[in-house]
């Protein structure tokens, strides 16, 4: 493989019980790290990369083809969520003096809200492919149309994956609307980065570069305050074990069983990107950065995660494994939970003649 012009894979990754086909791509670089994705919700299904000895292993929870990706009980793994990520109060908004009703497909704390852009969310549709081998890119396109899932316009979406020899790996989502819309796409990869599936991210070392968060109250929505992370366990400004303070006695926490808040980040750098967290794991060495452009990252622990979900009727994980509670975290970039219902978050409004442009990079290393 020259690094000006690589070579793309292209498999079949199943079929879906309406007979359509997904397939499931992999782009590699010159230092054996690669990434797997299929078009079935332009799906990040695994990445590879060394540990501090050379070892590859793959560092994503997911499932070993389309029908588990397809299946009721998917947590969204590896996906590009949309329209919004993350929740909606009730799943309702109003724009421009108009009311919108969403599905409220998830029940947090009792309280129905809408999660990750409704029942057939951007996780779920076929996207088109483009591949770019002379950048090691792909590029998916998906249409939404007026309406769908309840949201306005007809939403023109792009996401590409792109893979370099510096072990960067990046996802980019561009979107224009032909009317006014709310918009928060999310890329929603569970990591394990020590390889081993079946144990505890809780001895990860995480740091997040942010001095507030959003609490949020029982039913998981923000209560609209920015709060200082400072003499609280959402304080991660230093590098700092996730399981060491996750059970303390701390109403948030206790509200979200464990880490699932948006960090607030500060503004991005020149490049439009900053730093959005880094973690590690302390036993392969392994490490990753996020950086973004968006003003907040989600750090979700893998709360959720629960065997009976990959058991009997339900699609087992990868390998027939059956994932237990926190043994993958999630970190989000996106734009405020419930932005649409919150008057001093920062807009998530897109509007005919603007682009919305989610960047993300997520760098791998070992040490
Ligand atoms: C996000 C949310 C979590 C959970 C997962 C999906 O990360 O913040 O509360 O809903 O998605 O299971």
Redesign the pocket.
Known sequence: MKSDHYEILTATFGHLKDGREALIYTLSNANGVTAEITNYGATLVSLKAPDRDGTIEDLLHGYDSVDGYAGSKN??FGAS?GRF???IKDGKFTLDCKDYILATN?D?GGIPCH??GGVDGFNRRIWTATLRPESNAITFTYVSVDGEEGYPGTLCAEITYQLNDNNDLTWTAVATTDAPTVLNM?H?PYWNLSGDHSTSINDHILMLPCDRYLPTNVG?IPTGELASVIGTPMDFTQPTQIGLRVNDQFETLEF?GGY??CWVLQQPNVNGLALAARVKDPKSGRMMEVHTNQVGV?F?GG???SPEDFQGEFASGKGGLAYEYRTAL?L?TEGF?DAPNQANFPSTVLCPGETYEHRMLYRFSAE
């Open positions: 947590p969204y969520v990520g993350n929740r998830n947090s999660l990750h999310v929603h998981l979200a699932d808040h989600q979700y709360n959720f995660l999630c989000e939970p």
